[in-house]
């Protein structure tokens, strides 16, 4: 029995592991919400929730602007052992710490979604505190929505704004089109 014995092993050897928990943090940092098979969500969070800690460290104290900046330093390099991506540690100390800097902790949320179709396995979203759905960001997603996909799409497009500039009659018409047009004549 593992009585007294932290963390679940997932089916994995530990350098697996490790290497789960540390991609799976920074697409959790990168999108701030990500979906994942619940133990995988359990294990994950105190994991983030101790790299979100060393960030906010970064943030707080007294001192000299030196003494900041040597402590945000320490703090990154910290947390660059777990967050291999130089883009998330700085989306992590600029935007995502200091969101958090007056709140104690829990900083995740873990969100049972159901279980998946393929193996039944129960499903859960895990997300920052304060990356809620907000009903407004999606306006500019419907205005892309209405730019034409694929290269048929682009195509039609890009006729359609030649006929609308002016262009002469069979200027739109690829080569083959014009020659034909012209044997026929």
Known sequence: MRHAVAHRKLGRVTEHRIALLRNQAQALLRHERIETTVPKAKELRPYVERI??????????QGTDEEKRIRRMTAERLVARDVADKKIVTKLFDSIAPRFAERPGGYTRLLKLGHRRGDAAEVAQIELVGSEYDPNADAPKAEAAEEPKGIRGRARAAVKKLQEEGATEGEDKPKRARKSAKKAE
């Open 52 to 61: 979100i800690s060393i960030a906010k460290r970064s943030l707080v104290g």
